[in-house]
């Protein structure tokens, strides 16, 4: 069964297929349009533009997917969708294609979570994991730690109460003076600076609970660069101590949800899963303790449409099925323990 996938959930266009096996799958061939460029002049996404974009790349994106993977519309057998959460612009034009061609089609069209793709895309990689584990979702806009049995089988142990780990590093970013996206020029400037300099706090470190909260630790950035004695040569070392205290507190977290879980196996996933230092601390740590940390291939670690096209993928082949509707529903604000495991046929 091919799956074709479509992500448009914030200021990425992605379109991939996702062909399922027996007993194994292959991702036949992604497409990915970043809207970086589109919003840099904006210092953030403009959720107008961002929906405008994805009318004009989706067209040419799918039909650069089946070129490249030597298929056509009518080859393919279900149609995957982000339908939240997110931007409500942008998901409608996602969810109307993919309604649209799924109704001419006759073939299913399956609604997707967006953070079900991110917390399921490990298992794309070559050595993917088993069942059950912890995974840690950091992103712009979600921090989180769930305790993941299966597809759909989500339980919440933790997260953000205020920024997540991403919008914090966007925001720092913002505040030295770094350009959109702050993210990963934060985290080059971090590799020049010493980590030493400059003394931050790490919130809720020792809150005896798996929480998060990062705005404080933003709020101290701020009060450094506010103050007389703060120099713009210092941004490199403010940059390494800030990201410093942000892994700090996901390693420790992530390290309590093993140990409360009784599982050794850690996936991580979302765009902060990308930095290149979270890795390495949680790698050492994890590892330490006989356990093992999984993360997306690289490619994969933003928005995506492989991630689309796979979890849609898992949840066919585990009994989940849907006919496509003339009457699209999104939602841009979808708690992730909403979801229930795949069964039954149903229609929604």
Same mark, same amino acid.
């Given at each position: 069964?091919?799956?074709? !996938?479509?992500?448009?959930?914030?200021?990425?266009?992605?379109?991939?297929?996702?062909?399922?096996?027996?007993?194994?799958?292959?991702?036949?061939?992604?497409?990915?349009?970043?809207?970086?460029?589109?919003?840099?002049?904006?210092?953030?996404?403009?959720?107008?533009?961002?929906?405008?974009?994805?009318?004009?790349?989706?067209?040419?994106?799918?039909?650069?997917?089946?070129?490249?993977?030597?298929?056509?519309?009518?080859?393919?057998?279900?149609?995957?969708?982000?339908?939240?959460?997110?931007?409500?612009?942008?998901?409608? &034009? !996602?969810?109307?294609?993919?309604?649209?061609?799924?109704?001419?089609?006759? /073939?299913?069209?399956?609604?997707?979570?967006?953070?079900?793709?991110?917390?399921?895309?490990?298992?794309?990689?070559?050595?993917?994991?088993?069942?059950?584990?912890?995974?840690?979702? /950091?992103?712009?806009?979600?921090?989180?730690?769930?305790?993941?049995?299966? &597809?759909?089988?989500?339980?919440?142990?933790?997260?953000?109460?205020?920024?997540?780990?991403?919008?914090?590093?966007?925001?720092?970013?913002?505040?030295? !003076?770094?350009?959109?996206?702050?993210?990963?020029?934060?985290?080059?400037?971090?590799?020049?600076?010493?980590?030493?300099?400059?003394?931050?706090?790490?919130?809720?470190?020792?809150?005896?609970?798996?929480?998060?909260?990062?705005?404080?630790?933003?709020?101290?950035?701020?009060?450094?660069?506010?103050?007389?004695?703060?120099?713009?040569?210092?941004?490199?070392?403010?940059?390494?101590?800030?990201?410093?205290?942000?892994?700090? /507190?996901?390693?420790?977290?992530?390290?309590?949800?093993?140990?409360?879980?009784?599982?050794?196996?850690?996936? /991580?996933?979302?765009?902060?899963?990308?930095?290149?230092?979270?890795?390495?601390?949680?790698?050492?740590?994890?590892?330490?303790?006989?356990?093992? &940390?999984?993360?997306?291939?690289?490619?994969?670690?933003?928005?995506?449409?492989?991630?689309?096209?796979?979890?849609?993928?898992?949840?066919?082949?585990?009994?989940?099925?849907?006919?496509?509707?003339?009457?699209?529903?999104?939602?841009?604000?979808?708690?992730?323990?909403?979801?229930?495991?795949?069964?039954?046929?149903?229609?929604?």
């Amino acid at each position: 069964m091919k799956v074709l !996938g479509i992500e448009t959930s914030c200021d990425e266009t992605g379109v991939a297929i996702y062909e399922t096996g027996e007993g194994s799958g292959r991702l036949l061939g992604h497409c990915l349009h970043s809207q970086v460029d589109l919003h840099a002049a904006y210092g953030g996404v403009v959720p107008e533009l961002a929906s405008r974009d994805h009318i004009r790349r989706l067209p040419l994106l799918l039909e650069q997917v089946l070129q490249s993977t030597a298929l056509r519309i009518e080859d393919i057998d279900a149609i995957a969708y982000t339908a939240g959460p997110g931007l409500a612009g942008a998901l409608l &034009v !996602g969810a109307s294609v993919a309604e649209s061609l799924a109704l001419a089609r006759g /073939v299913p069209a399956l609604p997707v979570h967006h953070l079900e793709g991110h917390l399921l895309s490990p298992l794309l990689s070559a050595d993917p994991p088993a069942f059950p584990f912890v995974a840690l979702l /950091v992103s712009g806009g979600h921090t989180q730690l769930m305790r993941v049995r299966g &597809v759909g089988e989500y339980a919440l142990l933790g997260e953000s109460v205020d920024d997540a780990a991403g919008e914090a590093f966007d925001k720092t970013a913002k505040l030295l !003076g770094l350009g959109y996206p702050g993210g990963p020029q934060l985290a080059r400037l971090a590799q020049e600076g010493d980590a030493r300099r400059f003394k931050l706090p790490r919130p809720m470190l020792h809150s005896g609970d798996l929480d998060f909260s990062f705005s404080g630790l933003k709020t101290a950035v701020l009060n450094i660069v506010s103050g007389a004695d703060w120099r713009p040569a210092q941004a490199a070392d403010l940059a390494a101590a800030f990201q410093e205290a942000v892994v700090d /507190v996901l390693c420790a977290k992530a390290l309590g949800a093993l140990k409360k879980t009784g599982l050794k196996t850690l996936v /991580v996933a979302g765009g902060v899963g990308a930095n290149r230092r979270l890795r390495d601390v949680l790698d050492a740590a994890v590892g330490k303790r006989g356990g093992r &940390v999984h993360y997306p291939e690289p490619e994969l670690c933003t928005d995506n449409g492989a991630m689309i096209a796979f979890a849609g993928a898992m949840r066919l082949a585990a009994g989940e099925t849907r006919h496509a509707s003339p009457a699209v529903r999104i939602r841009p604000r979808w708690p992730l323990t909403e979801l229930t495991a795949p069964g039954a046929t149903r229609d929604q």
